[in-house]
């Protein structure tokens, strides 16, 4: 089987932790780009990183890279390329791309392009081509094409791996899920002590920590993926692997996650959502303020991602709130490290703690930082604990 290049992508800030948990899985030289991290295996891999990897959006698979000055040269190369092998001619194709090159003006035209080429290269060879369109319900090919360089992918995720399946209710702004479990793993927590997350919204936080600290892979409830799609895909292997995936993981925890929001509307959500995730059981849902989450003995972590107040006023009337967080943190959680997830550096300041970490994440397009506190009193046993990447010298940080 043809091994190539696999790119795993994700957002900003989280190259690190996402190359952690590439490397827990065995993957060979993983390097940190500006997109992601890339690793090299077979198709077949990629069934792997797609079912297990928690922090990556899409795990893409060169198929062929080429320079091109524009659309011609683009669409003849990619016809010249055997699609027969990867596409039925019976099957659907979608097209994507990233375009950032000075021969194309609109990234739709590159779409059309790419496309074309595929569809005649199929006509050519087995008399009729696949239908088309924009659903990611069939195999899904991607081009990044950068100035002159060209590379053409198959996404064998299809839909983006942040769609785990189990949130049903999002409530309001929610994180995204990849983001969510990168946060829980920067704060280094796998199911020793208590996971605390007040202010948890619709209960991504919760959940994430649920299953990663269950060892629970994230893609088991995704009952499609881009590379089912691809010709000659090995299905008894996808078999063996989700059912190697359900024995790895633990049916209970002796950790605690408790989850709490002041909204009933919010635990409401969190609930179902953990229920269609399978570990509702494992978390003490909670309505009530944020000060009055309880705090067990025995230490952990406590995360709070508080709303940032992009507008004047809505900041101004944060301001408490963030005081009143770090009041939390000095009075309640000692033994613990606190942890703020936000957007607003000004509001941050209000927190009135020194921060040991300033882990830099993207929410979207806002720039965030994951803020550390560390509250401990006399026995330090769970200081050391450290998340996948991101040690004291791992990149991406900023100095304390």
């Given at each position: 089987?043809?091994?190539?290049?696999?790119?795993?992508?994700?957002?900003?800030?989280?190259?690190?932790?996402?190359?952690?948990?590439?490397?827990?899985?065995?993957?060979?030289?993983?390097?940190?780009?500006?997109?992601?991290?890339?690793?090299?295996?077979?198709?077949?891999?990629?069934?792997?990183?797609?079912?297990?990897?928690?922090?990556?959006?899409?795990?893409?698979?060169?198929?062929?890279?080429?320079?091109?000055?524009?659309?011609?040269?683009?669409?003849?190369?990619?016809?010249a390329m055997v699609?027969?092998?990867?596409?039925?001619?019976?099957?659907?194709?979608?097209?994507?791309?990233?375009?950032?090159?000075?021969?194309?003006?609109?990234?739709?035209?590159?779409?059309?392009?790419?496309?074309?080429?595929?569809?005649?290269?199929?006509?050519?060879?087995?008399?009729?081509?696949?239908?088309?369109?924009?659903?990611?319900?069939?195999?899904?090919?991607?081009?990044?094409?950068?100035?002159?360089?060209?590379?053409?992918?198959?996404?064998?995720?299809?839909?983006?791996?942040?769609?785990?399946?189990?949130?049903?209710?999002?409530?309001?702004?929610?994180?995204?899920?990849?983001?969510?479990?990168?946060?829980?793993?920067?704060?280094?927590?796998?199911?020793?002590?208590?996971?605390?997350?007040?202010?948890?919204?619709?209960?991504?936080?919760?959940?994430?920590?649920?299953?990663?600290?269950?060892?629970?892979?994230?893609?088991?409830?995704?009952?499609?993926?881009?590379?089912?799609?691809?010709?000659?895909?090995?299905?008894s292997s996808w078999?063996?692997?989700?059912?190697?995936?359900?024995?790895?993981?633990k049916k209970s925890?002796?950790?605690?996650?408790?989850?709490?929001?002041?909204?009933?509307?919010?635990?409401?959500?969190?609930?179902?959502?953990?229920?269609?995730?399978?570990?509702?059981?494992?978390?003490?849902?909670?309505?009530?303020?944020?000060?009055?989450?309880?705090?067990?003995?025995?230490?952990?972590?406590?995360?709070?991602?508080?709303?940032?107040?992009?507008?004047?006023?809505?900041?101004?009337?944060?301001?408490?709130?963030?005081?009143?967080?770090?009041?939390?943190?000095?009075?309640?959680?000692?033994?613990?490290?606190?942890?703020?997830?936000?957007?607003?550096?000004?509001?941050?300041?209000?927190?009135?703690?020194?921060?040991?970490?300033?882990?830099?994440?993207?929410?979207?397009?806002?720039?965030?930082?994951?803020?550390?506190?560390?509250?401990?009193?006399?026995?330090?046993?769970?200081?050391?604990?450290?998340?996948?990447?991101?040690?004291?010298?791992?990149?991406?940080?900023?100095?304390?």
């Amino acid at each position: 089987m043809a091994t190539s290049k696999i790119l795993i992508t994700c957002s900003k800030g989280i190259p690190p932790i996402l190359k952690g948990e590439l490397l827990s899985l065995g993957a060979p030289m993983p390097s940190v780009t500006a997109a992601g991290v890339e690793t090299e295996g077979t198709i077949d891999d990629t069934m792997k990183y797609n079912l297990f990897i928690r922090t990556g959006h899409r795990v893409l698979f060169l198929l062929e890279e080429f320079m091109a000055k524009d659309p011609d040269q683009m669409y003849k190369k990619v016809r010249a390329m055997v699609w027969e092998d990867y596409i039925h001619e019976d099957g659907y194709i979608c097209v994507t791309s990233a375009v950032d090159s000075p021969a194309i003006k609109d990234s739709r035209f590159a779409n059309v392009k790419l496309k074309d080429a595929i569809v005649d290269r199929m006509v050519e060879r087995c008399g009729r081509r696949p239908d088309s369109g924009p659903e990611r319900r069939g195999v899904v090919i991607h081009l990044y094409w950068k100035n002159e360089r060209c590379c053409v992918y198959l996404d064998t995720s299809g839909e983006p791996l942040a769609r785990r399946g189990y949130r049903k209710i999002p409530f309001k702004a929610p994180l995204q899920e990849t983001l969510a479990a990168a946060v829980v793993l920067a704060t280094g927590w796998h199911g020793v002590g208590t996971f605390i997350n007040p202010m948890c919204g619709s209960g991504t936080l919760a959940v994430e920590a649920a299953l990663i600290a269950l060892q629970r892979a994230p893609g088991l409830l995704r009952s499609n993926y881009g590379f089912m799609q691809v010709k000659g895909f090995n299905e008894s292997s996808w078999r063996a692997l989700r059912t190697k995936a359900r024995t790895m993981g633990k049916k209970s925890l002796s950790a605690r996650i408790i989850a709490t929001d002041i909204s009933p509307e919010a635990i409401k959500a969190a609930r179902h959502n953990a229920t269609t995730a399978g570990v509702d059981q494992l978390i003490e849902f909670g309505v009530c303020e944020y000060a009055e989450t309880p705090v067990p003995d025995g230490g952990g972590v406590v995360v709070i991602n508080p709303e940032y107040g992009k507008r004047l006023g809505e900041a101004e009337a944060l301001g408490e709130t963030y005081r009143g967080i770090g009041d939390y943190f000095k009075q309640t959680c000692k033994g613990y490290k606190g942890y703020i997830f936000t957007g607003n550096p000004d509001l941050a300041k209000k927190v009135g703690l020194k921060t040991k970490r300033r882990i830099p994440l993207f929410n979207s397009k806002i720039e965030c930082r994951l803020l550390e506190y560390e509250l401990y009193e006399g026995s330090k046993k769970l200081t050391n604990i450290k998340g996948p990447g991101l040690d004291a010298q791992a990149p991406g940080q900023e100095p304390v």
